[in-house]
């Protein structure tokens, strides 16, 4: 069964951890992910503090983008990285060993070559994505359904798909073998509220 895969939005408001809480409270949810692009050192472990005891306390995994010694400093259960990432903190064998026992989360875009790479050099789920359009960010790439199917078929290691998912374009990512389906803006920005959000998301996926 596809699961639901929370990234935190851009910014964090003084009230997301009530937010993150009333959402993670609405249904089945996998996996937080902290994803703060701009905050800084101090600004990052606050809001570590602040929300990663809300999705432990509920027996939801809490990843950390971008930095695996944070994550290991600050009791999260892992992280995730992008390609990028990855260069920078000496390539996904170094990630690997610095997460011992904790989960790792690579970015693969579209490419057949990066997911078979990181699933071979230790990697607990790959990602694939862009599917649909996107304002959280500018995606690097345009994936295809068809990577999905390809994968499930092949690979034992979970996949991700992201990238402008909603509760109404969910449903060929889920046909064609998603596990988890990785989103921001319909659930933060839920004209009912994230609740209602995760709520419409598991409408979907029941």
Request: hydrophobic residues 45%.
């Amino acid at each position: 069964m596809t699961e639901l895969y929370l990234i935190t939005p851009p910014r964090l408001g003084p009230d997301f951890a009530d937010a993150l809480a009333a959402a993670l409270d609405a249904g089945p949810v996998a996996c937080v992910q902290l994803r703060l692009k701009e905050a800084g050192a101090d600004e990052m472990r606050r809001a570590i503090d602040a929300l990663r005891p809300v999705a432990q306390s509920r027996g939801v995994a809490f990843l950390l983008n971008d930095d695996p010694r944070l994550a290991v400093e600050t009791g999260c259960d892992g992280a995730h990285l992008g390609q990028d990432d990855l260069a920078a903190h000496g390539g996904l064998a170094r990630v690997r060993r610095v997460l011992d026992g904790l989960s790792l989360g690579i970015t693969c875009h579209d490419s057949r070559h990066l997911a078979m790479e990181a699933a071979e050099q230790g990697a607990d789920y790959v990602a694939f994505g862009a599917f649909y359009p996107t304002g959280t960010k500018e995606p690097k790439a345009r994936a295809d359904v068809e990577i999905l199917r390809w994968w499930s078929e092949l690979m034992e290691v979970p996949c991700v798909a992201i990238g402008g998912i909603t509760p109404g374009n969910a449903a060929p990512l889920v046909e064609a073998g998603a596990d988890f389906l990785a989103v921001v803006g319909a659930v933060w920005q839920h004209p009912d509220g994230p609740a209602a959000g995760v709520r419409a998301f598991r409408a979907e996926l029941a």
